[in-house]
């Protein structure tokens, strides 16, 4: 009898620890921490504010540089499988859009995102980036529309363009005026914040 107790007992903490809800966080370079240090970057400074706010949730970084819708919908279910993640913040397109991705296949792509999210049991949050004018004003208005599209039709909510204040500001862009730099981080946070802590005091409400 004692010795089952000390087995529970030693497993308490374990059982916790797997209860923590996952925020994941599905992206390209801007927030894989490109040309910056990772611990730098706008997703490992949102799981320090969580912690601040008093909401355990475990931030997963699953950004990586160069990726694109497509490129999410091969990772995703096994992300899913692998974290069962509360939350899913989807922040891909931008290599989409400069690589002049059809705009009915870039739709088809976030829907398809947000659905195999959804399904999983995750609440959804949507980030959008906008394009350089270069790429002429059809394609790049048209580019900002679908995300606005997406997230109205799936009900799901939505940052326009989580780089506003900074994309525009080449005192906190990169080089290659791609990137923001390390300064820039706490500003993507903060567009970002306002969005994303409903989906997580629903999480802490709900106990999931």
Avoid at 66 to 74: A, H, I, K, R
Avoid at 182 to 188: C, G, K, P, V, Y
Wanted: charged residues 15%.
């Amino acid at each position: 009898m004692i010795r089952r107790l000390l087995i529970l007992l030693l497993l308490l903490p374990m059982t916790a620890a797997a209860r923590t809800p996952v925020v994941l966080v599905l992206g390209d370079s801007l927030s894989a921490g490109y040309g910056i240090s990772t611990d730098e970057g706008w997703v490992a400074l949102l799981q320090a504010r969580i912690g601040l706010e008093a909401l355990p949730h475990q931030v997963v970084n699953a950004s990586v540089s160069g990726d694109t819708t497509t490129g999410g919908l091969t990772r995703l279910p096994q992300l899913l499988k692998a974290h069962q993640p509360s939350v899913l913040v989807i922040e891909l397109g931008a290599n989409d859009g400069l690589r002049g991705l059809p705009l009915d296949s870039f739709r088809g792509n976030l829907e398809a995102l947000i659905r195999l999210g959804r399904d999983a049991g995750a609440r959804i949050l949507l980030l959008g980036v906008r394009l350089p004018p270069n790429y002429g004003a059809a394609y790049t208005e048209g580019f900002q529309a679908v995300y606005a599209e997406v997230a109205d039709r799936l009900e799901v909510p939505l940052v326009p363009t989580f780089l506003k204040g900074i994309a525009d500001d080449w005192a906190l862009m990169q080089s290659d005026g791609l990137h923001p730099k390390s300064e820039a981080q706490a500003l993507i946070l903060d567009n970002v914040w306002p969005a994303l802590l409903p989906l997580l005091e629903a999480t802490a409400a709900a106990g999931d």
